[in-house]
């Protein structure tokens, strides 16, 4: 089987409320492999906000596409090495890492498509139900929108709920915090993201606030490549850390998990360099007892954790327009089933791509 082509585009969906307060849209840059036996695969990175998904396209179709032209696609390891490799000058992180997410995502969407499996029975499944979370909480939202989004989730039965604490006073952000769980009650647990907005001090003060609140756990609490201070913060606060979503290669989190510096990991499939990574990401955690809940993308991060023993739960964000996929994975009771559908298992509704292609 040789990759006969691909083709790639910019796609700019709307967000639905309240979501649409803090990020009126997302971007995903998509990328459809065909070859020569018929069988295609299809992947997206989905960049949050659509910062700079251009030039995740740019690099993804000057550098990238032709690498792959001529190669067989079910040598996903090789191929992702080549893509690692093509361009020694650039980092892979950020822009590049999208890009490479995006192709490998497909690849490994040809090779369940060409064996007739999904993705994590290919992976060797540990589990085919996956529990979530209900993610939100944005710092625009009032009261009233964080707590009916936090009721939407539990409607569904979701056991747990995240919310933003990015209010400059740490004593308004407990209030909130405190306000959605007196609404939600004993049922539903909570945790909160500080999205990267403290110094050191700024969170230990943030957390001792919170701590009577039995978080899961204290998300993102200063700058993703300041691993010190992250490493400072997780030991000297009482609430469990969670980080990794703004981090890229097993690398970065091999320091992370050396430094004891969180207790739950969350690798973005579409950021740390496709599936290939990820697991690998994931495979390394579980040497040393971490758990793995990847960031968003749920949709594909649902054959993670199905193959992975030390997997989590995914980040359930409701942020994709009801025409966008021929079907999303429906949420019931609080976990997702995983599709039996061969690869990934999702494919744009038709005319999807026509309506909402922007570049």
């Known amino acids: 089987m040789k990759v006969t082509a691909i083709d790639s585009c910019v796609l700019t969906v709307p ?74 000058g650039m980092k892979k992180q950020g822009v590049v890492a999208y890009a490479i997410a995006a192709i490998d995502i ?14 994590y029975k290919l992976w060797g499944a540990v589990r085919h ?12 939202y009032s009261v009233d929108d964080l707590v009916r989004e936090a009721e939407k989730y539990a409607s569904q039965g979701c056991k747990y709920y995240k919310m933003k604490i990015h209010d400059p006073d740490p004593k308004v952000n407990r209030e909130r915090v405190q306000a959605v769980k007196r ?10 993201d500080v999205n990267q907005r403290l110094d050191v001090l700024g969170n230990q003060r943030q957390a ?13 609490p200063v700058l993703a490549d300041d691993f010190r201070s992250l490493e400072e913060v997780a030991k000297t606060i009482r609430i469990p850390v969670a980080t990794g979503e703004n981090n890229y290669t097993r690398y970065e989190f091999r320091e992370l998990i050396e430094r004891k510096a969180a207790r739950y990991l969350m690798p973005d499939v579409c950021r740390a360099n496709g599936y290939s990574e990820t697991l690998k990401i994931g495979h390394l955690a579980a040497a040393h007892g971490v ?29 994709a327009p009801p025409d966008l996929f021929e079907e999303m994975p429906p949420c019931k009771g609080g976990r997702f089933r995983i599709s039996d559908r061969p ?17």
């Not at 758990?291 to 409701?318: C, K, R, W």
């Open 208 to 220: 001792a606030l919170l701590e009577e609140f039995d978080l899961v756990w204290y998300e993102e």
């Open 183 to 192: 609404a939600l009650g004993p049922g539903v647990r909570m945790m909160v």
């Open 129 to 140: 139900r996956i529990g979530c979370y209900g993610s939100g909480g944005w710092a625009k």
């Open 15 to 88: 967000t639905p409320k309240p979501m649409a307060l803090q990020y009126p849209q997302h971007k995903l840059v998509v990328a459809q492999i065909s070859t020569d036996q018929g069988v295609r695969g299809m992947g997206y990175s989905l960049v949050f906000g659509g910062g700079g998904a251009e030039a995740v396209h740019a690099y993804l179709e000057t550098r990238l596409k032709p690498a792959l032209i001529g190669e067989d696609p079910t040598y996903v390891e090789y191929l992702w090495e080549k893509m690692f490799r093509v361009d020694m």
């Open 291 to 319: 758990q793995i809940s990847p960031h968003v993308a749920h949709e594909l991060s649902l054959h993670i954790v199905g193959t992975l023993a030390n997997g989590f739960l995914v980040e359930y964000m409701d942020w």
């Open 343 to 359: 690869g990934h298992g999702m494919t744009f509704a038709r005319g999807a791509i026509e309506k909402y292609r922007t570049k």
């Open 106 to 119: 497909a690849l490994w969407d040809v090779v369940g498509s060409a064996v007739g499996k999904p993705l």
